[in-house]
């Protein structure tokens, strides 16, 4: 398992120092906090990373925190996943075009 912990379900109005202050319960130590936003709004989308100082408090972390309410929504908290390789995107390819043919009458 990693340090990097999943957190979702969030509040919006959560800042990352209330992330922080959250995971640091119980001596737990945090490196670093990442909410992430909407890129065209800039607002929070409601999840966010937390990297923890080892595995054992990531561990630890995600024992004492997933299922836990916070602003009245249960929160969902496990080990972050390395994002997957995104395909396509960028051009080329046959898209769009019309068939060649006129339709009938022209």
Do not use: C, H, W
Not at 86 to 91: E, K, P, Q, V
């Amino acid at each position: 398992m990693g340090t990097r912990v999943y957190v979702g379900n969030l509040p919006f109005d959560t800042d990352a120092s209330a992330i922080r202050a959250l995971f640091e319960e119980g001596g737990r130590r945090v490196a670093d906090v990442k909410i992430i936003t909407d890129r065209d709004t800039g607002r929070p989308r409601g999840f966010a990373f937390v990297e923890m100082e080892n595995e054992s408090d990531a561990q630890a972390a995600i024992q004492a925190l997933n299922g836990r309410d916070v602003g009245g929504r249960p929160l969902t908290v496990n080990e972050a996943k390395e994002q997957a390789p995104r395909r396509g995107g960028g051009g080329g390819g046959f898209r769009g075009g019309g068939g060649g043919r006129r339709p009938r009458g022209y």
